[in-house]
């Protein structure tokens, strides 16, 4: 008895002096007043171009596009104040005047050439997006560019993150990235592997300085963690929150919690080839009347999203949309099933009685995925059409949908992050896209992308994408279920945030501390 | 991750037959020259040896496994570069050929183990940094916290242990024994919570995550040590009851000597050598192995580096971090047995 007490007596005298020696330290808590600490998921990883669309530099602002989005997705003035289109194939782009690079190197047409040369030599991706022939400097402000066909949405694709304008010294003599000089309203200071990246408040800032002298990002990839260092005061804000504590900030008036609807889209693209049943329109329509998206908000998102009954995001007005939303049907769903020869017999869709079976494919790596998968195959089953999920890699996944062997693949895809709806039309559903997995092919759809890109704004252009959303309404070669809602929390001393809706913007030049 | 477990334990067992092989009699003709060698240092020789030839084959192993994932090499490795975007085949064709992935795989595999020669890891295909770096500082971290962890772990374990042993199904042993599975089964995630929470948040004495001063290393190290206490006490009870029952203690107690001298002087020595490898394969299992812990505490170890690697498809980092993992296996055990040889001369023989 007397050495259980001494031992008693050893742990606490452990505890007490740990607790002793950890006191010592500063308080871990209270952020630099002029410093706003950021927790993110992702590590910025400044040193590289490649990672994540490069987007930390556009989201950081440490270099800026030629034309922004406002927070309607609108294209605005960047670094060019305004863009004409000279010849259907030829745009001028009007640069601003007096703007210096965060080395003090002046930005003028040459520079900007250079930079998105060297962004479409070193990012695979870029050249497709941009579609670029040629450029030339046709006055020291005014930069020519000629596009490889007739091509309307230049402007909006050089809103998008990875075409931000780099100054010279951001390469080598090799053409090599090093590190980021751009001409946003923060400069690129310091980035510690594995803990933070700081950036400081750049003074010849072209446009209305920031208020606050430095931000760091620092890298926090639990979403519980992230968190908690929010409460202890270790980082003022946050994003990519879990439901659960979404729910909990909004009830401490300590902290502020921000919550939008932005780009991006959850939908299940149909495999509308001869391998899967699908390939009958009647059944795609019939899924798409059959699944109540509410449910699948409530269900698997905790209510973090919004029902999703047409492709683009209502809220967005410069998004072209069908006559009619999809909506839910039963009645609509059986006679299209009895047309497509399905029998319900106690319950379940069979026809020569065999059951309906939908192979149902997503992937883990997003968080969110399974359990919208997951909702979407209960909502099916409900309604008697029996599913086979399967969840794999992204890779995995694509393995199988490239061979046709699906019948539906649920996926993720930002399509009005450029405002324009070219960007997913054109590169997911046209029958010659090198994404269409799907055996999908209009050529009334192909005919009208096609012609979209090359129009301008306009009521011939609203008119043309107008006839293409209806088709994919109408041939419903996918179910579009959630669109996407984006959820952050800051402490409440941080004023001025507003979550931009393409989802690569934090702008935080406009944010203050109390 | 599974596969990468599967190897470490295969790897594992290759070991032990290692050194059993070894303590079956195998041995070097050194007796015939004329020169005496040491005869350990040549046994050392011949296990590192096996250690080098180990670590070829594991390379090779993993080499050709990440080749055999579904989908195209280069394209998952492109696709991995581009947030997921699909590359079309133009691209492919010359990210392969500027990445040298159009080579027969025995000359892929060539280059790299070259370059790994010089001490050129290459360059991650995501931070384009080179892996050296990275894996230098995942190094230093997770020895860090094996060392921390696995040092306050004995410190605790072994006293704990003892004392159980000598009071058997007493009261103290049994409140030992419930904490130590408490130590053992509680989930490292919640804990870790937990632990943030209360000397986080309500204390607010240390940071809830990152690296690079000491404050950050509690937290983990205590979670980790927790759950390594539990399991270290119980072995150190059990292998010392099993000490204990044997006849030299019945005599050792018979000739007078009172039982606290006869479990510290006696029966204690003979557990080390069984408590020293325990503690070397818990230590290479804190070493890689605790990537829940360290990715609620951003610590950035090596286990993490790994998950990281694999999922962003970045190859020259995964083959780094499978060598290295090997690499540390061997390395602990070759260790232990050494230390175990210099510590009880019988065993000089058998390393």
Redesign the interface.
Same mark, same amino acid.
């Given at each position: 008895?007397t %050495?259980?007490r001494k031992?008693l007596c050893t742990f606490a005298f452990a505890t007490l002096a %740990?607790?002793a020696i !950890?006191?010592a *330290?500063q308080?871990?808590?209270a952020t630099e007043q002029d410093t706003l600490v950021v927790g993110t998921m992702w590590e910025a $990883?400044p040193?590289?171009?490649? *990672? @994540? @669309?490069s987007r930390f530099f556009n989201e950081s602002e440490i270099l800026d596009t030629l034309v922004k989005l406002d927070y309607d997705l609108n294209t605005i003035p960047g670094l060019a104040t305004s863009w004409e289109r000279v010849s259907p194939t030829v745009w001028h782009f009007n640069l601003r005047e007096n703007v210096v690079f965060h080395d003090g190197t002046k930005l003028d047409a040459g520079a900007v050439k250079y930079s998105l040369e060297r962004v479409i030599a070193l990012l *695979?991706?870029a050249a497709?997006l941009l579609n670029i022939k040629q450029m030339s400097v046709a006055e020291p402000l005014v930069l020519a560019i000629e596009t490889n066909e007739p091509f309307a949405a230049l402007p909006n694709q050089l809103t998008d993150a990875i075409t931000g304008i780099y100054a010279k010294a951001s390469f080598n003599d090799a053409g090599e990235?090093v590190k980021p000089v751009g001409t946003g309203p923060w400069k690129f200071e310091e980035y @510690?592997?594995?803990?933070r990246t700081i950036v400081t408040r750049f003074d010849g800032y072209w446009g209305e300085k920031p208020a606050l002298s430095k931000v760091e990002y620092?890298? %926090?990839?639990?979403h519980?963690?992230r968190t &908690? !260092?929010l =409460? !202890?005061g =270790?980082v003022d804000f946050i994003d990519n929150m879990l439901p659960s504590d979404v729910a909990r900030l909004s009830r401490d008036e300590n902290f502020k919690v921000y919550s939008k609807p932005i780009a991006g889209l959850y939908y299940g693209a149909f495999n509308a080839g001869d391998k899967s049943p699908l390939s009958d329109v009647r059944l795609r329509q019939a899924v798409n009347a059959l699944v109540d998206r509410d449910l699948i908000v409530k269900g698997a998102l905790d209510g973090i999203g919004e029902p999703a009954w047409d492709f683009f995001g209502p809220q967005f007005g410069w998004a072209p949309k069908a006559d009619a939303p999809f909506k839910l049907d039963t009645g609509l769903a059986t006679s299209l099933l009895n047309d497509a020869g399905y029998e319900q017999n106690d319950g379940k869709w069979e026809k020569d009685g065999a059951p309906l079976t939908l192979r149902i494919l997503s992937y883990s790596?997003r968080t969110e995925m399974p359990a919208i998968t997951e909702a979407l195959a209960a909502l099916l089953n409900q309604n008697g059409i029996a599913t086979d999920v399967q969840m794999?890699?992204? =890779?995995?996944m &694509?393995?199988l949908v490239k061979r046709g062997e699906y019948d539906i693949s649920v996926v993720f895809w930002t399509p009005e992050m450029t405002g324009h709806p070219d960007l997913h039309l054109k590169s997911q559903f046209h029958s010659k896209a090198? $994404?269409n997995y799907q055996f999908w092919n209009n050529a009334g759809f192909d005919e009208a992308v096609d012609t979209g890109r090359t129009l301008s704004p306009g009521a011939e252009k609203d008119e043309t994408y107008h006839r293409a959303m209806n088709i994919l309404h109408d041939d419903a070669p996918i179910i579009p279920l959630v669109h996407k809602v984006s959820v952050g929390a800051s402490a409440k001393d941080v004023e001025g945030y507003r979550i931009h809706p393409s989802g690569f913007f934090y702008d935080f030049k406009s944010v203050s501390k109390d | 991750m599974e596969i990468s477990c599967i190897i470490l334990m295969q790897l594992h067992i290759t070991c032990d037959i290692n050194s059993n092989r070894a303590r079956c009699g195998f041995e070097f003709p050194v007796h015939s020259a004329r020169w005496k060698i040491d005869p350990m240092a040549s046994r050392l020789a011949a296990r590192i040896a096996h250690a080098l030839v180990l670590l070829l084959a594991v390379s090779v192993a993993g080499f050709a496994l990440l080749r055999l994932m579904p989908g195209d090499f280069a394209e998952v490795l492109l696709m991995a570069q581009m947030d997921g975007t699909l590359p079309d085949a133009s691209q492919v064709a010359r990210f392969a050929d500027t990445h040298g992935l159009n080579d027969p795989l025995p000359v892929q595999y060539l280059r790299w183990l070259g370059g790994l020669m010089q001490g050129d890891l290459g360059l991650s295909l995501v931070t384009r940094e080179p892996i050296i770096t990275d894996i230098l500082l995942r190094i230093e971290q997770s020895l860090i916290l094996a060392i921390c962890a696995l040092a306050v772990a004995l410190l605790l374990a072994v006293p704990i242990g003892i004392l159980c042993a000598i009071y058997p199904d007493s009261k103290i042993d049994r409140v030992a024994g419930i904490i130590s599975v408490i130590g053992m089964s509680i989930p490292n995630f919640w804990y870790s919570l937990l632990l943030a929470l209360l000397f986080s948040l309500a204390l607010g004495w240390l940071p809830t995550g990152g690296h690079g001063t000491w404050q950050h290393a509690i937290l983990p190290t205590l979670v980790i040590a927790t759950s390594i206490t539990g399991v270290l006490s119980r072995f150190v009870r059990s292998s010392l009851l099993e000490e204990l029952s044997k006849p030299y203690i019945r005599t050792a107690r018979a000739k007078g000597g009172r039982r606290r001298r006869v479990v510290l002087h006696h029966a204690i020595p003979n557990i080390v050598p069984g408590l020293l490898t325990f503690s070397g394969l818990q230590f290479a299992r804190i070493f890689d192995g605790m990537i829940i812990v360290e990715t609620l505490f951003a610590w950035p170890g090596i286990g993490r580096y790994l998950v990281e690697s694999l999922l962003n498809r970045d190859y020259p980092a995964i083959q780094a971090c499978f060598l290295l993992i090997a690499a540390s296996y061997i390395l602990v055990n070759l260790v232990v047995d050494i230390t175990i040889s210099v510590y009880d001369p019988r065993t000089r023989e058998i390393v």
């Open positions: 008895m %050495i259980f031992t %740990i607790g !950890a006191t *330290p308080k871990a808590a $990883l040193l590289a171009m490649q *990672p @994540r @669309r *695979p991706y497709d990235f @510690r592997k594995q803990d620092r890298f %926090i990839p639990d519980n963690s &908690l !260092a =409460e !202890a =270790e790596s794999y890699t992204w =890779e995995g &694509l393995d090198g $994404l | -």
